[in-house]
């Protein structure tokens, strides 16, 4: 089964402090992940992918094959980091599969 | 600006009174498909299509209907709304059905079916 596992709801850190929201996944093949990202009152854009291996505003994403993880990282919280995080997995239909996002709150 | 158009953006309907939701992509974009958003469920993809006249159930296609004449327009059919159909939805569209290019978002419509 293709499945997406994000099993935080919510994540409150501090400003300042390093952020790591969990993604797992359950995939027989060669995965393709992203991170997707919605701000407040704004429609969801594409954060990164594994592929290019990029980092974006600060957060960066390391497939692990062994773990079947593809956790989000980010080593100083900033407050409009806050937002809701999808993470998604390219399926064997080609199509993308989204988990239940964590919603990171960082406070001042 | 490459962008994804929905309209309405708010819609409150009663128990089965038909209403169609458009999506527009302005981008040339073979696929497109629609998500609704529920809290704790995360986004459930609805319908698909790949391409002009072609397209195909997601995951949670009941009650839905879709249709995709032209290349640009993708809109959802709901012919007899209920309240379990309150949700936010979502349309995207991409170049490839997978993510090999970035998937682009509509603003979201939130329907509230009383």
């Known amino acids: 089964a293709q499945r997406v596992t994000q099993p935080e709801k919510l994540l409150s850190v501090f400003k300042g402090a390093p952020v790591e929201l969990k993604c797992n996944y359950s995939y027989s093949g060669s995965p393709e992940l992203f991170w997707y990202v919605q701000y407040s009152r704004q429609r969801l854009q594409l954060l990164l992918r594994?592929?290019s291996r990029e980092s974006i505003k600060g957060f960066t994403a390391d497939l692990n094959k062994g773990e079947t993880s593809f956790h989000l990282k980010k080593p100083f919280a900033q407050e409009e980091d806050s937002a809701m995080y999808y993470c998604?997995?390219?399926?064997?239909?080609?199509?993308?599969?989204f988990g239940t996002g964590t919603l990171l709150a960082v406070q001042p | 600006e490459a962008q994804v158009t929905q309209n309405p953006r708010y819609l409150i309907t009663v128990t089965g009174k038909k209403l169609t939701v458009t999506c527009s992509q302005n981008m040339n974009h073979e696929y497109m498909s629609w998500y609704r958003q529920d809290p704790g469920l995360g986004l459930r993809q609805i319908y698909y299509s790949m391409n002009v006249e072609v397209t195909d159930k997601g995951d949670v296609p009941e009650g839905y209907k879709v249709s995709r004449k032209e290349k640009r327009n993708f809109p959802l059919i709901l012919e007899s709304p209920s309240p379990n159909q309150t949700s936010l939805y979502f349309c995207?569209?991409?170049?490839?059905?997978?993510?090999?290019?970035?998937?682009?978002f509509g603003q979201g419509t939130r329907l509230t079916v009383v």
């Open positions: 995207a569209s991409s170049q490839d059905p997978g993510g090999y290019t970035e998937a682009f």
């Open positions: 594994h592929i």
């Open positions: 998604a997995l390219r399926g064997a239909t080609n199509k993308l599969i």
